[in-house]
């Protein structure tokens, strides 16, 4: 088992920034990929980056690519999104997730956190 917690969101104005941290504990050695999905108000949850622990590989929605990263310390198994140059049609419930390989479906990751709410006005 991987357990997963998210923490970092809050309320932003358009233009602003955010950090998330997902934070992964357990059986981490059985996960190779920790994934940032998102999922707004009547949407399907979607996809916004990834990254293999392994490596420096990362792998980015074209809506959030040169506005988000995705990095991670592995000393601290804890990896982060930074949220810049924030729109409100960033606004959604972020979750961070963990799978034993790279994908960018949601059916690709077998533990997943409680999200955490990004609001962005306008």
């Known amino acids: 088992q991987v357990q997963v917690v998210e923490s970092g969101g809050g309320l932003v104005q358009a233009g602003g920034s955010l950090r998330l941290s997902c934070a992964a504990s357990?059986?981490?050695?059985?996960?190779?990929?920790m994934g940032w999905f998102r999922q707004a108000p009547g949407k399907e949850r979607e996809f916004v980056a990834a990254i293999i622990w392994s490596s420096d590989s990362t792998y980015y929605a074209d809506s959030v690519k040169g506005r988000f990263t995705i990095s991670r310390d592995n000393a601290k198994n804890t990896v982060y999104l930074q949220l810049n140059s924030l729109k409100p049609e960033d606004t959604a419930v972020y979750y961070c997730?963990?799978?034993?390989?790279?994908?960018?479906?949601?059916?690709?990751?077998?533990?997943w956190g409680q999200g955490t709410q990004v609001t962005v006005s306008s």
């Open positions: 357990g059986r981490t050695f059985s996960s190779s990929t």
């Open positions: 997730a963990a799978s034993r390989s790279y994908s960018s479906r949601p059916y690709g990751y077998d533990y």
